[in-house]
């Protein structure tokens, strides 16, 4: 079966669950999954009962989409992603994103946790995602190209859409919030950057690195979504960070700012 019948497949079997139609999709990052516990009039569908949905293997994301409402606007939420460095077809890691699109979402808000590489983050900042640098080595564009889907050499000079970044820019100004804009680089990971790399990647005009989200945004783009991105700066890149890292880290950082992530998302969705 092709990409195109499979997503139809999919969407067709959500539909079936549930009848409302999502104008927002919400992909949540690493340890922060709670906010989908927040929606209102809720249906929840693990992955695994999805048609072509995969299963999920990292410790603190859950696997399954959340739909509901907040504050009335309807929006489909994925409590954990896909990763590359599981070993899934790079194909397969951007599926629900077209999910979320053929169910009928026209924004798409991804968000992760990141090391900080610009010395302006600290770990517990939201940097709101300004453009990124895909060095994942793969695009999940590659293969042949289904027209029905999107455009053979889509144009990725405005990923992050400019309405989207001022909705999270107000938000976070009336919250007390600190705004950071910045560049986020993907690598495939699972392994954390060296010292080296991450200098490296600092000269390449990267502010926060991490292992997802690059290749959710550039599919929702080939689908004609617009994009918004939120990091969690969860640690210090590698070399900055006088300590060794760990997912632990990363998840209990994810934990501390949980509360303000909530609130943020909560006071943008419904103005997207
Ligand atoms: N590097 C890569 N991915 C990450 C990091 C990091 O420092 N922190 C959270 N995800």
Redesign the pocket.
């Known amino acids: 079966m092709n990409i195109f019948d499979q997503m139809n497949d999919a969407a067709g079997f959500i539909k079936s669950r549930n009848a409302l139609s999502p104008e927002v999709g919400v992909i949540l990052g ?1 340890g922060l999954g709670e906010f989908a516990d927040t929606l209102e009039e809720k249906t929840v569908i693990p992955y695994e009962n999805i048609p072509h949905f995969k299963k999920v293997g990292v410790k603190g994301h859950t696997g399954q989409l959340v739909m509901g409402k907040i504050k009335g606007r309807p929006v489909a939420v994925m409590q954990g992603r896909y990763h590359y460095y599981e070993g899934h077809d790079i194909r397969e890691v951007v599926f629900p994103v077209r999910v979320l699109c053929e169910l009928g979402i026209k924004k798409l808000l991804l968000t ?4 900080g590489i610009n010395s302006m983050l600290l770990p517990g900042d939201l940097m709101i995602i300004r453009d990124h640098i895909n060095m994942m080595g793969v695009n999940p564009l590659w293969g042949e190209n289904d027209e029905r889907l999107g455009p053979r050499f889509p144009d990725m000079s405005r990923v992050y859409d400019e309405e989207l970044i001022n909705i999270i820019a107000d938000a976070m100004n009336s919250m007390g919030l600190g705004v950071k804009k910045g560049v986020y680089l993907a ?1 495939s ?1 699972p392994s ?2 060296t010292p080296a790399e991450i200098k490296m990647l600092s000269v390449l005009g990267a502010d926060a ?3 997802s989200t690059v290749p959710e945004a550039i599919v929702a783009r080939h689908m004609g979504a617009a994009v918004a991105g939120i990091s969690c700066i ?2 210090l ?2 070399g900055i960070s006088k300590t060794p ?1 760990s997912h632990k880290e ?1 998840t209990e950082t994810a934990n501390r700012v949980k509360g303000h992530f909530i609130k943020l998302l909560t006071a943008i969705i419904p103005k997207f």
């Not at 992760?112 to 090391?115: F, L, P, Q």
């Open positions: 690493s992760n946790a990141a090391g690598l990971g954390y950057e690195v991490g292992m969860s640690n890149a590698a890292l990363v």
